[in-house]
């Protein structure tokens, strides 16, 4: 070899010399760059406020971020290598089976939804699930998102929306059932005064007096009606005098006995209870009407009735309530049991619950239902309190009661 070309050859191998330390100063640096990448990929992937997954083929647990952990309730090391059906509610393990063999067929799902199990409690999940691009076995990470406080605030906005909803349609019946009630009310007060100045001026063996006075009858129980809408309306005047309900049962207790017939009923009265400002023959009313519908529910069947009355003073409310083990009620009953004229009983005129509806809200106070079908119904009233008037003393049970009025 000519010293020319030695020289040539030597210039050569040092380019390529050169050539290679930059090659293997990038690989180095790309090396480096992607242990980076990777330390910085496990810290946002621990760190990660969405709950991450990784599993293989078949839905075995291969990684899990420490969101997964609170989510599952369980550490990660009790995560690794567990099927991810196990944690999956009995009812949709097939199905979650074939969306992951769908997964890696198809590659991505998106937006599935699951029930997953925390310590024995259901969790709802949102899923998203990619196929990891990787060499090697496949697997896919599954992105988890708790939907459960998502869901329950749906549900409660729906419930908050039905119940105004319902509120709102109550209180419109209320307005045209109370427009109406009055003005008929002044058309039978013509007609009672009409007929009476007639059978005023009538000798008493006229043959015009009896069918005058079944006028005046039919009038006075129109009349009747008319108050029962009124007081559905919540348009009663509520005199503010202190009552004891508590009192106010005692004495009626010969009452309802007799009404209720052979139904066996359970007095739980408390004692020292503070009064309610109200009208003690709108609330004897009430308390009558729940009582016989109660004990109308409990025909034929075994159970008792039972009447509490006691006192929630975190909130200054006396609170009556009447249980029955009757037929109960399914919810859509349960839902129209307030409206007028709704009667799920052959010969009822459905006012009964209405006129004790209007009472309540007269009252200021509040009434609500719990039913459940041939498990029976709980229908509760409360008042607000004054503790600071003085309330009616106990009457004993056997006196006789008396009307009064005109």
């Known amino acids: ?27 180095l640096r790309a090396n480096e760059s992607l242990v980076l990448a990777g330390a910085r990929y496990l810290v946002l992937h621990d760190l990660a406020p969405t709950p991450l997954v990784t599993v293989d083929e078949i839905g075995v647990i291969d990684d899990a971020n420490h969101a997964t952990e609170l989510l599952l309730g369980l550490p990660r090391t009790q995560l690794l290598g567990r099927p991810l059906v196990s944690f999956v509610d009995e009812s949709i393990k097939p199905a979650v089976g074939l969306q992951l063999r769908a997964l890696f067929s198809d590659g991505t799902i998106c937006g599935a939804q699951s029930t997953v199990s925390r310590n024995g409690a259901p969790i709802e999940i949102l899923v998203d699930r990619v196929v990891l691009p990787d060499k090697g076995p496949p697997r896919a990470v599954l992105a988890c998102v708790d939907v459960t406080a998502r869901r329950l605030d749906e549900a409660a906005r729906q419930v908050v929306a039905k119940r105004a909803e319902e509120a709102q349609r109550l209180e419109s019946l209320g307005v045209l059932a109370g427009g109406i009630a009055h003005d008929f009310n002044n058309l039978m007060t013509v007609v009672l005064t009409g007929t009476e100045y007639v059978l005023d001026q009538l000798a008493a063996d006229s043959s015009h007096v009896e069918p005058l006075t079944e006028v005046q009858q039919a009038a006075r129980q129109a009349g009747e009606l008319a108050r029962q809408m009124l007081a ?57 009407n729940l009582a016989i519908n ?20 975190p909130i200054g409310q006396v609170i009556f309530e009447v249980r029955d083990d009757g037929i109960g009620m399914t919810p859509q009953t349960t839902a129209r049991i307030f409206d007028p004229y709704y009667s799920t009983k052959f010969a ?35 008042f607000p309190s004054i503790p600071s008037l003085p309330v009616k003393a106990a009457v004993p049970s056997d006196r006789a009661w008396r009307g009064r009025g005109t």
């Open 1 to 27: 070899m000519s010293l020319d070309n030695s020289e040539t050859y030597r210039v050569e191998l040092q380019r390529q010399i050169d050539a290679l330390s930059t090659t293997n100063a990038e690989l």
């Open 232 to 288: 559905y309306s919540g348009r009663v005047s509520v005199p503010t005098r202190p009552v004891n309900l508590v009192s106010l049962i005692r004495d009626l207790e010969p009452l309802v006995r007799a009404s209720t017939q052979s139904t066996p009923i359970i007095f739980d009265l408390a004692d020292q209870l503070p009064g309610v400002a109200g009208d003690e023959l709108q609330l004897r009313q009430a308390v009558l």
């Open 294 to 313: 109660a004990a109308e529910a409990m025909t034929g069947r075994p159970g008792a009735l039972t009447i509490t009355v006691r006192e929630d003073a």
């Open 348 to 382: 009822g005129r459905g006012l009964g619950l209405a006129v004790v509806h209007g009472i309540v809200r007269a009252h200021g106070g509040t009434i609500s239902v719990e039913s459940v079908p041939d498990r029976g119904t709980t229908v509760r009233m409360t």
